[in-house]
């Protein structure tokens, strides 16, 4: 008669699966559910009930033993659970206890023993495969450990995070705008979003002027960051067209800094986009900006 797993493991291991399904589980807030609370209640309750019974069919079957075997079964069950599992991975079986192992062939005087793969080694195989067979199911039809899933929502908390800044943060206008390497990838999408359609892809002009060569129709301040941020605030006095971004609420001071870091990047620090490039002719006198 084998001795059984003690009632505190089982509790464990089966409390810690539990843990497992609901972290699994699109509830992330299992934690404070009354569900989830009884659910550990009942589970607890089942296993003292099962041990109850299993008591009381161990007693019935010591019952049943020869003196030998209650004295066998005793001295078993003294031996602590933990000292059975290290035992049954690590101990070395006996020369008495090979020679019951030994199998009835060899070759060259080589033989072979019979013995039972380790535990340890059992346990960590059907681990390994319950454990791929949960992510598995998790990957394909639940949105946990999905990278794809993980990237939207850091993105979503990251622009929730910068809506929030930008509610309590100074606003920007012209004379606290500066230019900055940092925001002319910003730039670049709102300029897309904003200003393409008349200043085409990567400014090289269209209905609008060419934003990336020397010559600018509308000079307002002395440096080029800033005479964009005049523009987009302002609006153009020569075109319609060319709308106060700012003042009719389509953009932010912010978003403009960002915008004006894009177009000083395209035209200070790029090469411009020439007529025989696809760029638009040139409009408006040669500009000499301040740095």
Known sequence: MKTRTPLSIGIAATLGVTFIIFELSDN??????PFFWGLLVVIIFLF?????????VEDARFKNLSNEEKEKYLKEKAIPYFQKLWNSAFKKQSASEEK???????????????????KWWIGLFYGTIIYCMVYLFAFTF???????V??????KTQLASIKEYE?????????????????????????????????????????????????????????LFKNVFWMLENGSPNN???RPFIKDGIITGRDAEKVAAYIYHINREKAPIT?????????GEEAHWEE
């Open 240 to 242: 319609p067209t060319m």
């Open 48 to 56: 003292l009930i099962m041990n109850s019974i299993g008591d009381l």
């Open 28 to 33: 992330s807030n299992y934690l404070s559910s």
């Open 150 to 155: 993980e990237y939207e929502v850091e993105a």
């Open 100 to 118: 019951t192992l030994l199998i009835d062939h060899g070759f060259d005087g080589i033989t072979e023993l019979d013995n039972a793969l380790p």
């Open 167 to 223: 509610k309590t943060a100074p606003a920007i206008d012209i004379e606290t705008a500066v230019y900055s390497a940092d925001n002319i990838a910003e730039g670049e999408q709102i300029f897309k979003t904003n200003c393409i359609s008349c200043h085409s892809d990567s400014g090289k002009g269209g209905i609008g002027p060419n934003l990336t060569d020397k010559n600018w129709i509308n000079i307002k301040q002395k440096s």
């Open 142 to 148: 639940t949105d946990y450990a999905h990278p794809d």
């Open 275 to 283: 007529e025989a490039q696809g760029g638009a002719a040139p409009q």
